[in-house]
């Protein structure tokens, strides 16, 4: 018998947006970086391994869909970012230690952010984000104003422009 919330999962996944899977495949390492502390702190080692493991796989994943043409030196960085955890993740493994899942969550988290931001709240080129950036976000609007440009206030863009714009297009 089918598995009724595997049904949904799997019907989530494929109706998804290729935006809403970067977040997901975030979301899932992150989750499966948790499991593994905890599967470590209970010293229950398969787990541990099998946690780490789809934490890799999924890192793994985002790695191989890195478009170099489009994404150019942000692209390289986070190729090297992802190894980096990679890396971080086969230490914590290997040492049984908490530290490395510790780091690369909170690298996974900054990340996450990062993109759900960009995702949710498309903006310019070069205009920062009001969110993570708010520092730089009011000197970028200063700088405008000073110049004279207009200056569109992102977080009062109504949801129905928003719903009429073009695909937001994810590459890295």
Not at 78 to 88: A, R, V
Not at 149 to 167: I, M, Q, Y
Request: aromatic share 6%; glycine share 4%.
């Amino acid at each position: 018998m089918n598995n009724p919330y595997k049904q949904y999962q799997k019907t989530q996944v494929t109706t998804a947006s290729r935006e809403k899977i970067l977040l997901m495949l975030y979301e899932g390492a992150i989750r499966f970086t948790k499991q593994a502390r905890v599967a470590m702190n209970e010293k229950k080692i398969a787990d541990k391994g099998k946690y780490i493991s789809k934490a890799t796989a999924i890192l793994s994943e985002l790695m191989a869909t890195l478009d170099f043409k489009v994404g150019g030196q942000l692209a390289h960085d986070l190729e090297n970012l992802y190894i980096f955890m990679i890396d971080k993740l086969i230490e914590a493994n290997i040492q049984n230690k908490t530290e490395p899942l510790d780091h690369v969550e909170r690298l996974l988290n900054t990340l996450y952010s990062a993109w759900k931001d960009v995702i949710e709240n498309p903006r310019p080129d070069g205009c920062p984000s009001p969110t993570l950036q708010p520092e730089e976000f009011k000197e970028y609007k200063s700088k405008l104003q000073a110049d004279g440009d207009d200056v569109v206030d992102v977080k009062k863009t109504d949801s129905a422009e928003r719903n009429g714009r073009s695909v937001l297009k994810v590459v890295a």
